[in-house]
């Protein structure tokens, strides 16, 4: 069993930053490619970034590629999501995820935080 918690979340002007963070309890956490998701108003959850479980291969959505930047710190449990350049488009609730990181390229994960709200005012 694996519980997510994710922080960071807030109020930022068009081409600002923030960064998540998502803390996970568990002993397993490192066996696990963590990814994050977002979901807008009236939108279905999209995949966002994922990064696997020892080998830090990563993976992004197009629509953030050069601009997000996933992490993580095994010793500390915990995801990071470093999002610069940010748009308007980019408001949502963030979500983090834990599970195969081909499962979550598919919008699939085993475990989900709450969501942390993003938004990027114009």
């Known amino acids: 069993q694996v519980q997510l918690v994710e922080s960071g979340g807030g109020l930022v002007q068009d081409g600002g930053s923030l960064r998540l963070s998502c803390a996970a309890s568990?002993?397993?956490?490192?066996?696990?490619?963590m990814g994050w998701f977002r979901q807008a108003p009236g939108k279905e959850r999209e995949f966002v970034a994922t990064i696997m479980s020892s080998v830090r291969i990563t993976d992004y959505a197009d629509s953030v590629k050069g601009r997000f930047t996933i992490s993580r710190d095994n010793t500390k449990n915990t995801v990071y999501l470093q999002m610069n350049s940010l748009k308007p488009e980019d408001t949502a609730v963030y979500y983090c995820a834990a599970g195969s990181i081909v499962t979550m390229r598919k919008g699939r994960a085993d475990y989900w935080g709450q969501g942390t709200q993003v938004t990027v005012s114009s």
């Open positions: 568990g002993r397993t956490f490192s066996s696990y490619a």
